[in-house]
């Protein structure tokens, strides 16, 4: 018989029948090295026994659903956002800040602290667009008669501008040239309409 390495465990566990376990045992007699590798497997089991099971008491898992709510329920008192499992909070919350966001741009001046408009635009009233329309037509006529070597009186004599002294003296133009670099395209396009309308070359 060869060596019964295999039919160890099996005469360990009362597997094999009568006969076969006889020629086991016979063989243990006679082979030290099967012998051997038999007294190691009985070491194992002897270290091994029967594992240990432990069981709680049953008032330990009686707790479990009370200390969990607790735990549960100081985490959401300590919580600084509101429970986004809340099907109604992810909607509602969302949209309220939109709404909130949109109301308060449609409502917001957006003017500099200098009193310009984002972009070099400037709020112009209407009185003020066609005051400013008035002494860019004046200057531009009486700058064109002065070029052309019209005498002012010759001017005044053909009745095509009616002169104002006071704004003549107050209109700076690199202060004209500084209003209309502060347009924005609206308030340029209709500027550049009225003096077409107005203006007599």
Known sequence: M?????????LLEGRLDDAVSRDVERHLVECPVCREDWQAIQAVKDTSGDPVTFRPVPEY????????????????RWSLIPDMSNSIVRVVLPATFA???IATLSHLQLTAPDGQAP????NVAPQELADFVST????????????????DRALLASGDV???PAGL???DPTN???????????EANELITRLGQRTTL
């Open 2 to 10: 060869q060596h019964a390495a295999q039919l160890l465990i099996d």
């Open 61 to 76: 898992f009686s707790s479990i659903l009370p200390r969990v709510r607790s735990r549960l329920e100081e985490r959401r």
């Open 99 to 101: 709404i909130i966001a």
């Open 119 to 122: 972009e070099g635009r400037m």
């Open 136 to 151: 860019v037509d004046l200057l531009s006529t009486v700058e064109l008669a002065t070029a052309a070597g019209i005498d």
């Open 162 to 164: 009616v002169p104002d």
């Open 169 to 171: 003296e107050d209109v």
């Open 176 to 186: 004209l040239h500084a209003m209309l670099d502060t347009f924005g395209n609206e």
